[in-house]
């Protein structure tokens, strides 16, 4: 099947009900989508589909059709995106793990709301698990990524 | 592990003879453009003196690329070690490099003795190591440069990646070749406090970049021609082994390569994670049991409770208790319990594990270097020497990577010797969640007798709990006279039980059979619970304020009492809150630092919420203000999934939480506002990656009390 990633075409031979985020894994090397849960609870493996954030450990690579894949690999383009700036100017990772997925969501939001008051950064954003607790850092880095990208 | 802190090098040596003390590893210089340094640490006059080159690199391009002997988790040591060393070396921030050091004696823990992370003592316990190392190879590029311009040494300095004398420059770069031929010197002066630049400084990551970019290597994201993925089948209760299993249906499966039986159960190897564990699922094991499939939450909590009422081994004790309480104005008594938990870190275990004829290669993150290395080498018959660990990124640790049994790194070793070809085992959210290794299950009973002014005169508690060092390497050392160190620390040496001439303090360490280990802050995590929720039971007798009746409890412990005054101080404890809003405080000692925090919490329709956090932190000297304030936060986030959701539960042997559905994290909307206060201190420095955590459930529960009335002396928080 062919699958659209990161604005490159791959012919993949991953059985159809094969989650996404092994394809994205195993098949095609790009690593910086977590696996966390296996079941959409805790947003380590989020991804854009036509630049919408979803989770892919949960949606089979046969549904993804012509749609478009941006992992966290694809997100910057000749520089940095806003909300990678933001996370690096807010010093907010800690182990890091969770970070592509918390990025990811973050991106998402800011793309249908650039101007995102505390209940939308809540709704957005807390599907995505931070054992280490960076959610107060998350937030400022968010409202941050905003100015940056409005600037 | 707080108790580690007093644990002499020799003395681990001893007790694990035939383990660590028998790894001989000649440190591997890299090869071209390095300040690499011919003279070994060896010469005894040189001893104390750390070999620059195990530490930092400098190349002929000025990069200075920095070696970490201990594992960045996310503790921020991949910034503070870098720190210590520039702070000396004087060079150019942004050409700082950092890597994982390989395992090598070279970088065993300065107070261990083995290459590890843990104890929340990377800081403290490489203060003066890195920055010597950092001294020793400014030195030799200034006696580099001396030489080339014919000049005394003396008159010339390092600065911002150049040495410089009277307007000549010369870029570290350009003199890193010539300095490592030189000897280096017996000995370096260190800066003084006063000369400090870097340290005490608030520093951004180094680590950010390739964390924010997917680019951070992580054990599970190894990758390379050939690698297998696997995933085991292990019994469904602590101690079942595999009595038969039929494998026909998975072998003929895409993908699968091999199915090969281990120590710890059915091992399905496969071209990709998914077909390994479609391929599990299709497996049929038949298990044998075992005693463990009795286990039962309830059961146990009857079992330990009837233990908390009788005295248990001696902890702590003085004076006569029964004598004391016979005086008292006033009998408190209180059972405290607490469950097991998970560390659930957001990366599940795994490890990659590619076998040879004569030598063996290990990815992974872990926290325990030296014995995983020795451990994999005793699966392959190899010398420990021949074994390779190449430590990646840890995806959290929080003490779950720290295993004193090296089981997952075993596994993985007997998977890969099995199927006979490179493999990464990956522990499934659900594998990581029921395979073990928790925080143990705790049950505190108090009988407190109070004088005529409200204050402690007569203390007993005891303590009923698992024993995280029983069958360790470090029992030896660390469980003396019965007692387990970690499972009473923070109660046996509180200075609330101290400064009472008549106490007692028992411990009880029943064995259920449930493979136990450190969680972050250890034995903290439970007598920090206990000990600040009682104390504020204690003030609600007395009819004092729970601030007034701690600080004449600790009028003898200034640094206590710096941190209990400046959070009390900073939350605006005795002015009027907004409506439905109720604080509570707490104050624990551990790891060498001292925290007090005031929780703003409130409660509608048996819910809590946790609006606000004050913390106010004495952790010595402060190598990076940045890093403790983040880690307060985390320590608090941390304490608070504990406090408001974690608990494992057991029926008929069996875990019943899987994964994040019914084993809860606090997620971002629950998020409370934290503020963090740094005490300026000179002491030496303390641990912060973990005392952050004990003081926050207590702080809560104190809070939940002033607005409820209700005392919760159980973990997780429950109104209803």
């Not at chain 2, 929720?533 to 009819?543: I, K, P, Q, T, W």
Request: aromatic share 8%; proline share 6%; net charge positive.
């Amino acid at each position: 099947m062919k699958l659209r990633v990161n604005g490159k075409l791959h012919d993949v031979t991953a059985p159809e009900e094969t989650p996404l985020l092994w394809v994205l894994r195993d098949f095609l090397g790009l690593t910086g989508t977590k696996y966390g849960c296996g079941m959409a609870q805790c947003g380590a493996c989020t991804v854009h589909l036509d630049g919408q954030a979803v989770r892919s450990c949960v949606l089979p690579v046969g549904a993804v059709g012509s749609r478009l894949v941006t992992t966290i690999e694809g997100l910057a383009s000749r520089e940095l995106h806003p909300v990678q700036r933001a996370w690096i100017e807010t010093d907010v990772v800690q182990c890091g793990y969770c970070q592509p997925g918390q990025i990811m969501a973050a991106a998402a939001l800011l793309k249908v709301k650039p101007k995102p008051n505390d209940a939308d950064i809540d709704a957005a954003l807390s599907g995505n698990l931070c054992r280490c607790g960076t959610y107060q850092r998350i937030r400022a880095a968010v409202r941050r990524a905003s100015e940056i990208a409005g600037a | 592990m707080d108790g580690l802190k007093d644990v002499s090098r020799r003395q681990f040596f001893k007790t694990s003879a035939g383990g660590a003390a028998s790894l001989v590893i000649g440190f591997y210089l890299p090869g071209r453009s390095v300040l690499a340094l011919t003279q070994e640490t060896s010469a005894p006059a040189a001893a104390k003196l750390p070999s620059p080159n195990a530490f930092l690199r400098i190349g002929a391009d000025e990069s200075v690329t920095v070696l970490l002997a201990h594992s960045e988790m996310g503790q921020g040591i991949w910034t503070t070690l870098p720190i210590l060393i520039a702070e000396e070396l004087e060079c150019d921030w942004s050409k700082i490099r950092v890597e994982h050091a390989p395992a090598a004696p070279a970088y065993f823990h300065t107070a261990f003795g083995i290459q590890m992370t843990g104890g929340s003592t990377t800081t403290w316990s490489e203060f003066d190591r890195y920055r010597q190392a950092g001294a020793l190879a400014r030195e030799m590029l200034i006696q580099a440069a001396a030489a080339q311009w014919k000049v005394d040494p003396k008159g010339c300095r390092a600065e911002d990646g150049f040495v410089v004398h009277r307007g000549k420059k010369l870029s570290f770069g350009t003199l890193a070749a010539a300095a490592q031929k030189l000897t280096p010197p017996s000995q370096v002066k260190l800066k003084s406090s006063k000369e400090w630049r870097r340290i005490g400084k608030a520093t951004k990551r180094l680590d950010s970049p390739e964390k924010v970019t997917g680019r951070a290597e992580f054990g599970l994201d190894v990758r390379f021609p050939g690698l297998m993925t696997a995933v085991v089948a292990r019994a469904p209760v602590f101690g079942g082994k595999v009595k038969s299993f039929r494998a026909e249906k998975t072998k003929a499966m895409p993908g699968v390569k091999a199915v090969v039986e281990v120590p710890s159960g059915v091992a399905v190897v496969a071209e990709h994670f998914w077909a390994a564990k479609v391929g599990r699922d299709a497996l049929e094991v038949e298990w044998d049991l075992g005693p463990g499939s009795g286990l039962d939450t309830e059961k146990m909590r009857e079992e330990f409770r009837a233990l908390s009422r009788t005295a248990g081994t001696k902890a702590a004790a003085s004076g006569d208790v029964e004598a004391a309480m016979r005086t008292a104005e006033t009998k408190i008594e209180a059972e405290y319990e607490l469950p097991y938990l998970a560390h659930a870190t957001m990366e599940p275990l795994n490890c990659t594990v590619k076998p040879g004829r004569d030598r063996c290669e290990i990815w992974t993150g872990t926290q325990f270097q030296t014995g995983d290395q020795a451990a994999a080498a005793g699966v392959f018959g190899l010398k420990p020497e021949q074994v390779k660990i190449y430590t990646t990124f840890l995806g959290g640790g929080f003490g779950r990577r720290a295993t004193p049994s090296n089981h997952f790194v075993v596994e993985a070793a007997h998977v890969a010797k099995a199927a006979g070809m490179p493999v990464k085992v990956v522990w499934t959210r659900e594998d990581d969640m029921r395979g073990g290794y928790y925080r143990p299950m705790w049950t505190h009973r108090l009988n407190v007798g109070l004088g005529s002014d409200g204050m402690p005169i007569a203390w007993r508690q005891t303590i009923v709990g698992q024993s995280i060092l029983e069958g360790t390497p470090f029992a030896e050392m660390m469980i003396k006279e019965g007692v387990d160190e970690t499972s009473v620390e923070g109660a046996a040496d509180s200075p609330y039980v101290k400064a009472i001439p008549n106490h007692w303090v028992g411990l009880h360490s029943p064995k259920p059979g449930i493979p136990v280990l450190w969680w972050r802050s250890v034995g903290h995590s439970h007598t920090g619970f206990v000990m600040e929720s009682f104390v504020d039971e204690l003030a609600g007798a007395a009819r004092l304020d729970p601030v007034e009746y701690r600080r004449r409890l600790l009028k003898d412990h200034p640094r206590h009492l710096g941190v209990l005054n400046l959070a009390a101080e900073k939350a605006g404890w005795g002015t009027p809150l907004s409506e439905g809003r109720f604080r509570g405080i707490a104050v624990h000692e551990s790891f060498g630092s001292f925290v007090a925090q005031v929780a703003e919490v409130s409660v509608k329709d048996g819910q809590i919420r946790v609006h606000r956090v004050v913390c106010a932190v004495d952790c010595g000297i402060c190598v990076n203000p940045a890093g403790v304030a983040a880690q307060m936060e985390s320590g608090v986030v941390f304490g608070l999934s504990a406090a408001l959701y974690g608990e494992l539960r057991f029926k008929e042997g069996r875990v019943q939480q899987s994964n994040f559905h019914d084993y809860p994290l606090l997620r971002l909307h629950e998020m409370p506002r934290v503020e963090t206060h740094i005490l300026p201190s000179a002491e030496k420095s303390g641990g912060v990656g973990e005392t952050g955590t004990p003081p926050i459930a207590p702080a809560v529960a104190n809070a939940v009390f002033a607005a409820t009335g209700k005392r919760l002396r159980r973990l997780p928080l429950r109104l209803a």
